[in-house]
């Protein structure tokens, strides 16, 4: 982590490169320091690679959290949850980013650059960050997950 900024990962495949790049300037606006996992242009890309880099990031602890965007969030999703230690939501609104986090204590938000715009990208990032686990009686599903 840098200074007591905390590190987000960040990491997409070649659909969702321009979204992942205006979404690390949100990150440093909402006070976080971005880790940035490429890819580093538009030229396309397995996104699979993307999502184990940004598992690799959070397993050696560079990161707590992530973010991940390919073309609808669901590939990069699955890739990422064959990771046990990832819990990662695909997500529309800020109605499921809150509901994400509070219920099902995911630690990797994704998104889809070809379903949702940028304001309710940027949206869902904010509300995704600000959100805690509530814990209780979702605790116990959480612990079945990984």
């Known amino acids: 982590m840098t200074g007591n900024r905390e590190t987000i990962a960040i990491a997409s495949d070649h659909a969702g490169f321009e979204l992942?790049?205006?979404l690390k300037g949100a990150l440093e606006e909402l006070g976080f320091s971005p880790l940035d996992l490429g890819t580093q242009g538009s030229a396309s890309v397995d996104y699979p690679d993307f999502a184990g880099k940004l598992a690799s990031a959070l397993a050696e602890d560079r990161?707590?959290?992530?973010?991940?965007?390919?073309g609808?969030?669901?590939g990069i999703s699955i890739a990422a949850n064959r990771h046990r230690h990832i819990r990662a939501g695909v997500v529309h609104d800020a109605t499921t980013a809150r509901l994400t986090r509070l219920h099902n204590n995911a630690n990797v938000l994704c998104l889809g650059a070809r379903i949702i715009g940028l304001d309710v990208a940027k949206d869902c990032l904010r509300v995704f960050l600000e959100t805690d686990f509530e814990g209780g009686r979702h605790q116990n599903r959480v612990a079945k997950l990984g």
């Open 63 to 70: 990161a707590k959290r992530g973010v991940l965007v390919c």
């Open 20 to 22: 992942k790049e205006a």
């Open 72 to 74: 609808t969030g669901i």
